[in-house]
C-alpha cells in the first residue's frame, strides 16, 4: 500500500516536474521566436524626439514657434522629483526596484480580468515596457506586442539607466491639447514651468496618460479631480508629498487655461504674422519640413518689432485710404444668429467664436445688437457694456454705399440702418482726439478689398527688417510681398539705365523723346508717355525724373535688351527675362521682395546683398547650422579698440554694377524724389532716392525708395488685376506709405549722403538741355553729375541717341519749368485746377506708366 502511494505521488510529481518543464521550454521557445526580429533597443540611447521650433527676434524675445507635437525637451536633472513621483506613483510604483517588468502586477492584473470574467482588464505595464510600445513597438493589445514588451523592457534595463528611461516616457507621452512631454503639457494646461507646478497640478498631469480626453479639465471635470486626487493618494503613499501637502493638495480646486484660470501661452506671444510665416515657409523649404516642424530649431529672425509695426500701420492706412475712397461697404459677411443677441454672455460667446480679423491694431470684432432711428447699438468684444451703451452713429456711415442683390450700387448712407441689420458681425475702431487722446465715439471700419505689400530692408546686409503681406494675416495669409508676382511698371526702369551707364552712357547723355512703332507679332506696338506729350531730345537724368517711357525705350533698344535682361538677372529680379522690348518698362511679373533687394544695391554702392528674414539658425542642441552674413569681422576679438575706431570688416561679396554707376542711379532717382514722379508725397529729412511705377490701366502701383541705410518698397494692386482708377499711380498711393514707414525709420537708423565712390569728378550741367554749365552755376535747373576720371563726356544735342528710330519734325522740346502733371486752368467758379495728363489703355499696351 505503502509502495502504491509513493508511486502515485513519483508519477504526480513527474507528471508536473515534465509539465514545469515543458511550459517553461514552450515558453521559452515562445519569447526566443520573437526575440529574432525585435527591433533595436539602442537606437534610444540616440532617440531624438519631435520638439518646438521656435522664432525669435532680434532682441531675443519670443515671438513664434512652430511644431507638428508641441514638445518642449526636459533633461532628467531638470525634471523635478514631484513631477517624476507623480507619474512613477500613476503609472509604475516599482519602477525604481524592478528589471523592466513587474511580476506582482502582471499577477494581479491577471487575477483580476479572471474574477471578473473579462470584464476588468487592466493594464500592468511598467514605464519601461510604455517605453518600449511607444518609441519600437505599435499599440495593439495583442500577446504577440506584451511578449515583445517584455522582451525589449528587459534588455532596455541593462542599457539604459532608471533616469535616462524616465526621461524619455516624461518627454515622449501625449497629454492632450497636441501636448507631447510633461514640459509641453505644463505650458498648456497651466502656463507655467515644471519647476513652477504645484502638487495638484503635476497629479492632474500624471491622471492624463490613460486617456487624456476622458479627463478633460473642464468637459470632464468630476472624472479629472478624481483621478487626480487618486494620484495625490498614491504620491502620499509613496512618500512624495506630505501628509500636510496631500490635505492642501486634494481639496484645490481644479485651475487650468482650458477653464480661463490662466491665461494662454500662447496669448504672451505676437499674432502669427506674415514675417514669421515666410520664414516657415522658406526654412521648410532649405531644410524640409520634418526638420523644421519637428527639429527643435531656434531661429534669429532679422524683423525689428516696432518697424515691422509701423510697416503695418503704413500699408494699412493706405488701403483703407484708397478703400474709403471708393465709398463701398462690403463687411464681414458674418452674422450672430438673432436668438443670442437678448442676452449678452451668448451673444459674446458666439461673436468670440465668428471667424474674422483680430490682428489688425486698434480694431475690434463687434455685433449689431438693434438699429435705432439713426444710429446702431453694438456690442464689442473685449469691451464691457456701459449704461448708454455703444453706437455707430449716422455721420460715420455716410462715407459707403450698399451693394444691391443685383450689383448696383444703392444711395450714399445717410443713416447706419442703410448699411447695418441686427446681427450683422462688424469691425469698429475708437475714435480719439488728437488734442488730449479723449475717447470721441466708435467709427465703422472694413478690411478693404484691394491688397499690397511691404518690405523694407538694411542695404548692407539684406536683413528684412519688416515685412507686410497683406491688410491682416488672420484675413489672409497669402504673402504679397513674397509670393505675388506682378508687373514692376516703371519702377524696372532703373536697370535698363544701369546698363546703360555701365555700358559708356552718362546722365548727361542725350535721348530722343519722340514717337515710336514697334511691329510686334500681334501688330504695332505705339508707346507713349504718360502724359501723352513728346519732349524731344532730353537728357537721361530727366528721362528717369519724369519716368519718360519713350526715352527708356530708345535707349534699351540701343544698347541691347539682351543686355538689359542679363542686368535684371544678375540683380536678381528675375530667373530668366525675356528680351522683349516692352520688357524695359516693366511688362514681365516679378516680386516685391526681389524688387526690394535689387535697390538695394544701388542704395550700397554695387554689392550683391541675399535678402534674408533669418541671421541665424540652431539646431537642438545648440549647433549652428546658418548663419547669413558671412563676412570677417578682423577686430572683433580684440579686447579693446582705440577712442572712435570700429571694428574692421572684410566684405567678400561680389560686385553687381560699378560703384560710379550705383552712385549716378542714386543721384538720378534722387531727383525722382525732390523733382519728378515722388515729389508730391515723399518728404524725409535725409536724403532719399526712389522710383515709382504705375502699370497699365493703373492695375498695380509701385514705390521702392533708399536711404543710405535703409530700403522699403510697396505696391498696391487688386488680387485679380484690375483697374485702380483714374488718378492712381506708385507716387499717389505708395509714396505715402513709404513716407510713413521711413519717417520712422530714420529716426531710428538715421541716414546720410549717399558714398561718393573714388574714381571720378562732378560736372555742373544744365537738367534740361544736358549742356555744360560753369562751375560757379547755380540755379534751380543745374545739376552736378558725377562722371568717371579719364572720360571725356559729350554735352548737348552732340550726344544724342535715337536708338535706331526716326524722329518726328516740329516736336517740342522739354522747356524750364514745364510739367509731365497736367495745365494749370482756371474753372468757372474762380479756382484754380490742373487738367490731364489722361492715361487711357491705349497709353501702353503693355509695361509701365510711369
Not at 282 to 298: A, I, K, M, P, V
Not at 407 to 430: C, I, M, N, T, Y
Not at 516 to 524: A, L, N
Not at 614 to 620: A, E, P
Request: aromatic share 10%; glycine share 10%; proline share 5%.
Amino acid at each position: 500500500m505503502f509502495r502504491t502511494i509513493l508511486s502515485f505521488f513519483g508519477a504526480v510529481f513527474s507528471f508536473v516536474t515534465i509539465g514545469i518543464a515543458m511550459g517553461a521550454a514552450m515558453i521559452g521557445a515562445v519569447f526566443w521566436m520573437y526575440a529574432r526580429d525585435l527591433p533595436s533597443h539602442e537606437e534610444l540611447a540616440t532617440y531624438t524626439p519631435k520638439t518646438i521650433s521656435r522664432i525669435y527676434s532680434g532682441q531675443g524675445r519670443l515671438i513664434d514657434e512652430f511644431a507638428e507635437e508641441r514638445r518642449l525637451y526636459a533633461p532628467a536633472d531638470e525634471i523635478p522629483e514631484l513631477v517624476k513621483g507623480a507619474f512613477i506613483s500613476a503609472e509604475d510604483k516599482n519602477f525604481y526596484s524592478h528589471n523592466g517588468y513587474d511580476a506582482r502586477g502582471i499577477i494581479a492584473a491577471a487575477i483580476d480580468a479572471v474574477k471578473s470574467r473579462g470584464k476588468n482588464v487592466r493594464g500592468a505595464s511598467t514605464i519601461t515596457q510604455q517605453v518600449m510600445k511607444n518609441f519600437l513597438l505599435s499599440g495593439d493589445r495583442t500577446g504577440e506586442r506584451k511578449i515583445k514588451e517584455l522582451i525589449l523592457a528587459t534588455r532596455i534595463e541593462d542599457t539604459l539607466s532608471k533616469d535616462r528611461i524616465l526621461e524619455l516616457y516624461l518627454n515622449e507621452i501625449f497629454l492632450g491639447q497636441n501636448s507631447y512631454g510633461v514640459a509641453a503639457a505644463a505650458q498648456t494646461y497651466f502656463n507655467k514651468t515644471l519647476a513652477e507646478l504645484a502638487p495638484q497640478e503635476a497629479a492632474y498631469l500624471a491622471a492624463l496618460p490613460k486617456a487624456p480626453s476622458t479627463y478633460h479639465p473642464v468637459r470632464q471635470k468630476e472624472r479629472a479631480l478624481e483621478r487626480r486626487n487618486f494620484v495625490l493618494r498614491e504620491m502620499n503613499e509613496n512618500g512624495y508629498i506630505d501628509d500636510a501637502a496631500y490635505v492642501l493638495a486634494k481639496a484645490a480646486p481644479l485651475k487650468t487655461v482650458q477653464n480661463g484660470d490662466y491665461p494662454p501661452f500662447r496669448q504672451s506671444l505676437p499674432p502669427r504674422d506674415y514675417f514669421t510665416d515666410e520664414i516657415r515657409r522658406q526654412l521648410s523649404e532649405d531644410f524640409g519640413e520634418g526638420e523644421f516642424f519637428g527639429g527643435g530649431l531656434t531661429i534669429r529672425a532679422t524683423v525689428d518689432p516696432d518697424m515691422q509695426q509701423q510697416a503695418a500701420e503704413a500699408l494699412r492706412d493706405g488701403l483703407e485710404k484708397y478703400d474709403r475712397g471708393r465709398g463701398v461697404w462690403r463687411g464681414t459677411g458674418k452674422t450672430v444668429a438673432l436668438e443670442h443677441l437678448a442676452d449678452e454672455a451668448r451673444w459674446r460667446a458666439a461673436l468670440a467664436g465668428t471667424d474674422v480679423a483680430r490682428d489688425i491694431e486698434g480694431w475690434a470684432p463687434a455685433v449689431v445688437l438693434e438699429l435705432s432711428n439713426s444710429a446702431a447699438r453694438i456690442g464689442i468684444e473685449g469691451v464691457a457694456e456701459d449704461s448708454d451703451g455703444h453706437w455707430i452713429v449716422a455721420k460715420d456711415v455716410t462715407w459707403a454705399r450698399k451693394r444691391r442683390a443685383d450689383g448696383s450700387l444703392g444711395p450714399r448712407a445717410q443713416k447706419a440702418s442703410d448699411l447695418l441689420e441686427v446681427g450683422d458681425v462688424v469691425h469698429v475702431r475708437e475714435m480719439r482726439s488728437d488734442e488730449d487722446g479723449s475717447f470721441i465715439r466708435w467709427t465703422l471700419r472694413q478690411v478693404p478689398e484691394v491688397q499690397g505689400g511691404f518690405v523694407a530692408m538694411d542695404v548692407n546686409t539684406g536683413r528684412v527688417i519688416a515685412m507686410q503681406g497683406g491688410f491682416s494675416y488672420q484675413d489672409s495669409v497669402f504673402n504679397r510681398a513674397t509670393q505675388a508676382t506682378r508687373q514692376p511698371g516703371s519702377s524696372f526702369k532703373p536697370f535698363v539705365y544701369a546698363a546703360a551707364l555701365d555700358s559708356g552712357f552718362t546722365p548727361a547723355t542725350i535721348v530722343i523723346d519722340a514717337p515710336i512703332e514697334v511691329e510686334t507679332g500681334e501688330g504695332i506696338w505705339r508707346p507713349r508717355n504718360a502724359s501723352n506729350k513728346f519732349y524731344g531730345p532730353t537728357p537721361l537724368r530727366t528721362g528717369i525724373e519724369r519716368s519718360r517711357n519713350l526715352m527708356t525705350v530708345r535707349l534699351a533698344q540701343e544698347i541691347g535688351m539682351d543686355l538689359v535682361a542679363g542686368y535684371a538677372e544678375r540683380f536678381g529680379v528675375y530667373d530668366r527675362m525675356d528680351p522683349f522690348l516692352a520688357n524695359a518698362l516693366g511688362s514681365q511679373e516679378t516680386t516685391l521682395y526681389k524688387m526690394v533687394a535689387a535697390y538695394a544695391m544701388f542704395a550700397n554702392g554695387g554689392e550683391r546683398v541675399e535678402p534674408t528674414l533669418v541671421d541665424r539658425v540652431q539646431d537642438r542642441w545648440g549647433r549652428t547650422i546658418y548663419r547669413h552674413d558671412p563676412r570677417i569681422c578682423e577686430d572683433c576679438r580684440t579686447a579693446s579698440l582705440n577712442p572712435g575706431a570700429a571694428p574692421t570688416i572684410l566684405s567678400n561679396r561680389p560686385r553687381v554694377i560699378n560703384a560710379i554707376t550705383a552712385y549716378q542711379l542714386s543721384s538720378m532717382m534722387r531727383g525722382v524724389v525732390e523733382r519728378g514722379t515722388a515729389s508730391g508725397s515723399v518728404h524725409l529729412p535725409v536724403p532719399t532716392a526712389g522710383k515709382t511705377g504705375t502699370t497699365n490701366e493703373a492695375k498695380d502701383v509701385w514705390f521702392i525708395g533708399f536711404t543710405s541705410n535703409i530700403v522699403a518698397g510697396c505696391y498696391i494692386g487688386y488680387d485679380r488685376p484690375e483697374p485702380l482708377g483714374r488718378g492712381a499711380s506708385g507716387g499717389g498711393m505708395c509714396g505715402p506709405v513709404f513716407n510713413s514707414f521711413m519717417t520712422e525709420a530714420t529716426k531710428k537708423f538715421g541716414g546720410g549722403e549717399f558714398k561718393v565712390p573714388p574714381g571720378g569728378h562732378f560736372i555742373k550741367i544744365d537738367r534740361f538741355s544736358g549742356e555744360r554749365l560753369p562751375d560757379d552755376a547755380e540755379g534751380e535747373n543745374v545739376v552736378a553729375e558725377y562722371f568717371r576720371d579719364g572720360e571725356e563726356p559729350v554735352f548737348g544735342l552732340a550726344a544724342l541717341i535715337d536708338g535706331g528710330f526716326a524722329m518726328g519734325s516740329n516736336l517740342p522740346l522739354f522747356a524750364p519749368g514745364e510739367s509731365d502733371d497736367g495745365t494749370e486752368v482756371t474753372t468757372s467758379t474762380g479756382k484754380k485746377a490742373t487738367v490731364g495728363p489722361k492715361a487711357s489703355f491705349g497709353t501702353l499696351s503693355s509695361g509701365g506708366l510711369y
